[in-house]
């Protein structure tokens, strides 16, 4: 809510941005905002009622291409990191990114009992079967580039 109001709880109206601003007419034509963020009072916890929101949405780009890598090692997440910091800076991966374990991809494609029924944790061997039968990696990183049609 870098824009906007909200309801506090002692019933006090809180405007955020150029919605704090009495003569602004159009505070959510302006992305960067102004002034601080109160975003997080807002998004999780009880502090307030959000009452009035600019959101702003990217228009359909004539091309995009969906992105999937997929990492075989633990020791791979800090390579991921390091490699993903400059696309999303100079914005070749202008959205969010998303790097996702293995074992949170696999818990969407099957049941823990199809690869291990005993207590406790998955060993590590059943773990790298289920993986590799799955075709997951330890790390998956899913991503989108946007841009023109080639002819």
Do not use: C
């Not at 906007?4 to 709880?9: E, H, Y």
């Not at 405007?15 to 998004?43: E, K, N, V």
């Not at 228009?59 to 910091?85: C, K």
């Not at 991809?105 to 207590?119: I, K, Q, T, V």
């Amino acid at each position: 809510m870098r824009d906007g109001s909200g309801v506090l709880a002692n019933d006090d109206v809180l405007r955020t941005g150029m919605g704090g601003i009495d003569t602004s007419t159009a505070w959510q034509l302006y992305q960067p905002g102004y002034g601080p963020s109160f975003d997080a009072m807002f998004m999780q916890s009880n502090y307030g009622v959000v009452t009035k929101l600019g959101v702003w949405l990217m228009p359909a780009p004539p091309a995009y291409l969906l992105g999937e890598i997929q990492f075989r090692h633990e020791t791979d997440l800090e390579a991921i990191v390091e490699i993903l910091r400059p696309l999303r800076l100079d914005e070749t991966i202008r959205n969010q990114a998303v790097i996702e374990g293995g074992l949170r991809r696999a818990a969407g494609l099957s049941a823990r009992r199809e690869w291990y029924d005993g207590p406790g944790a998955m060993p590590e061997n059943a773990v790298a079967a289920m993986l590799e039968k799955l075709n997951v990696g330890l790390w998956n990183l899913h991503f989108a580039l946007y841009g023109t049609r080639r002819s």
